[in-house]
């Protein structure tokens, strides 16, 4: 599948805060927009459809007025996620949360006239529990980094860190290109710089691991370059070799071979062969009967 939602995963730190600070005033207009929804919400188990719907609406306008069209897809990936984590609370099936997104990204299209493009065909349980690790990794961090206290310690955050990032080693040794473990082999290298510098954990947490392997834009690279420098000898050898001559006209070639070896024969055949120094192709005297000498 396309992991590359695991890059975007920084990010929804700013794209919560988006949706958890939409001004009362703005929740009680948006609900106009989900006339349609509301009057439907059997069909979305058990979440509280007048709630999330204004609360998704006011959201989607927010986004509407950027121009970045790649944050925009970010921030629809962010919504799918919090709507997932809502149906963890009350245990809705996946397919429920499927089809609320959808239907609540159609009505704001319907409404107003504007249609987010975003896919989430390929999300599923496991995709959504990746990203709730790495949001979990980024926060453990956050506070190690503002030295607040985990289970009563400040070094524990650090080590939720190594708990969380040390479950992914063993995929990441044998996948090592895939976007999640691009996006925790630079979380490992930001880790590690700020534990070296940190005098008080720097002996009592280990280092993250970064992962080994090769970087997928080499191994797409190296047959390219090979194709151009393959490329680039053939014209040089076209230009300026007599290579060009033997692709033009290669019936030009045979014929002059054959010919360079009838040359050969013909020489062979006229010229005089020796035996001792004495030459072997010498005149013969006939001698004939004629009545005059009788």
């Known amino acids: 599948m396309d992991d590359s939602i695991y890059n975007d995963v920084s990010s929804f730190e700013e794209y919560a805060s988006i949706l958890n600070n939409i001004p009362g005033g703005d929740m009680l207009s948006a609900e106009k927009l989900c006339c349609d929804i509301i009057s439907d919400t059997k069909k979305y188990g058990d979440y509280d459809v007048k709630y999330v719907c204004s609360s998704f609406m006011n959201y989607l306008n927010k986004l509407q007025m950027k121009t970045d069209d ?22 809705i099936p996946n397919d429920i949360t499927y089809t609320f997104y959808k239907d609540l990204l159609k009505t704001y299209h319907l409404k107003k006239g504007y249609k987010f493009h975003v896919n989430i065909e390929n999300f599923n349980s496991d995709t959504f529990k990746t990203i709730k690790n790495l949001l979990s990794l980024h926060d453990y961090f956050s506070k190690y980094e503002k030295k ?75 047959p ?71």
Do not use: W
């Open 70 to 91: 790649s944050y925009k897809v970010k921030g629809c990936k962010y919504l799918y996620y919090a709507l997932y984590e809502m149906a963890q609370e009350k245990n």
């Open 148 to 222: 607040s206290q985990c289970h009563g310690k400040v070094c524990d955050c650090a080590e939720e860190c190594v708990k969380i990032y040390n479950e992914y080693i063993e995929k990441c040794n044998n996948h090592y290109s895939s976007s999640l473990c691009t996006e925790l082999n630079k979380f490992a290298e930001k880790f590690n710089k700020h534990l070296n510098q940190d005098n008080e954990c720097k002996g009592k947490i280990t280092k993250l691991e970064t992962f080994s392997g090769y970087n997928l834009e080499i191994i797409i690279l190296i």
């Open 224 to 294: 390219i370059i090979l194709i151009f420098v393959i490329s680039f000898l053939f014209i040089i050898l076209y230009k300026f070799t007599p290579f060009r001559s033997k692709i033009n006209n290669p019936r030009r070639t045979k014929t002059k071979m054959y010919n360079n070896f009838d040359q050969k024969i013909d020489h062979i055949q006229n010229t005089p062969k020796y035996v001792k120094g004495k030459s072997i192709n010498r005149s013969y005297n006939l001698s004939y009967y004629s009545e005059d000498y009788t």
